[in-house]
């Protein structure tokens, strides 16, 4: 196993690729050692994550290095298409669509709430008159791309009446808003290949209206408990995933208080470490499992 911070490239990580008509090779270098890219058979892809060329660039220099770097680097990798991904990364950028996942989720049977996405003030307010005020408000990516500030985050959040009369700020950055369901509960569900890890998250910020992310809770307040899905509603999920093309997933769902499983999202590459260090989850193991299973039977490309 090899494993290659993709942050780290291109400063501290080498990568190279050649192509003519009668050979093609390819390159890594990690920590002085280098690895042709033949040699391997299988890719965990966990997070690919641009460096923070600050401290080397400025300017339009720096943008241009970043760009250049980010492609250089996909180019590559990307071009590994006989060896076994849990997920390939153009099936992961599929996934991450966040329309998408809600079309399909309804598709499969599984409940969501009602959704906008939208830059027109005017749709944003007579959808919160419509939800009788009561919809949330959360962003579609992710404010960082590197390593470095990576605590820059934007939690989900209440819209209160007072933020109509800002609505304007949305021709500058649309945004994702929805119906805020009254919970019993949070979920947070590991996907592994057909396999579920389930984590019930207990804190006080579930129960407070303002806080609507249980991400906000303090550690102080915020523990978890080993929970198992119904099976219908496991076999839906299953489905999404198929549908997907992933192998892996972190789901977020609400348990609501009308005892419905209403569905959140799905993370590609989320968060499962929290899960498998509180519950003594075999999480790791069973990534490895679904990969050592995939490359002895010889399948060569991703889901």
């Known amino acids: 196993m090899v494993r290659m911070n993709t942050d780290s490239y291109p400063l501290n990580i080498k990568l190279t690729a050649f192509q003519s008509n009668e050979v093609v090779s390819g390159e890594l270098t990690v920590d002085g050692v280098t690895y042709q890219l033949d040699e391997f058979c299988a890719v965990y892809f966990r997070k690919n994550m641009q460096a923070n060329l600050t401290s080397e660039l400025s300017g339009d220099l720096l943008k241009q290095a970043t760009k250049e770097a980010s492609a250089a680097k996909n180019a590559i990798l990307y071009a590994l298409e006989s060896v076994f991904w849990i997920d390939y990364p153009f099936d992961i950028q599929r996934a991450e669509n966040k329309q998408l996942q809600l079309l399909l989720a309804k598709q499969v049977g599984l409940i969501i ?6 830059n027109d003030p005017t749709k944003v307010e007579k959808f919160y008159h419509q939800e009788q005020g009561h919809i949330i408000s959360k962003m579609l990516t ?7 500030s990576a605590s820059s ?10 933020h109509l009369s800002q609505l304007e700020s949305l021709k500058l950055c649309p945004m994702q808003f929805q119906q805020e369901i009254e919970k019993a509960y949070e979920l947070r569900v590991i996907y592994v290949d057909g396999h579920f890890f389930t984590g019930k998250i207990s804190t006080t910020a579930i129960t407070d209206s303002n806080k609507p992310d249980w991400r906000r809770a303090n550690s102080n307040d915020f523990f978890w408990q080993e929970y198992c899905l119904p099976t219908e509603v496991s076999d839906k999920i ?22 419905e499983y209403v569905f959140l999202e799905v993370n590609p590459c989320g968060e499962w470490g929290m899960l498998q260090q509180s519950l003594d989850l075999p999480i790791a193991e069973q990534i490895a499992e679904c990969i050592h299973n995939n490359v002895m039977k010889g399948k060569k490309h991703a889901a």
Do not use: C, W
């Open 113 to 118: 709430p009602n959704s906008l996405l939208s």
């Open 142 to 148: 992710p404010l960082k791309n590197f390593m470095q």
């Open 153 to 162: 985050f934007v939690y989900t959040s209440k819209v209160k009446e007072e």
């Open 238 to 259: 299953t489905h999404l995933m198929n549908r997907l093309s992933l192998k892996f997933g972190a789901l977020d769902l609400i348990k609501s208080i009308n005892n």
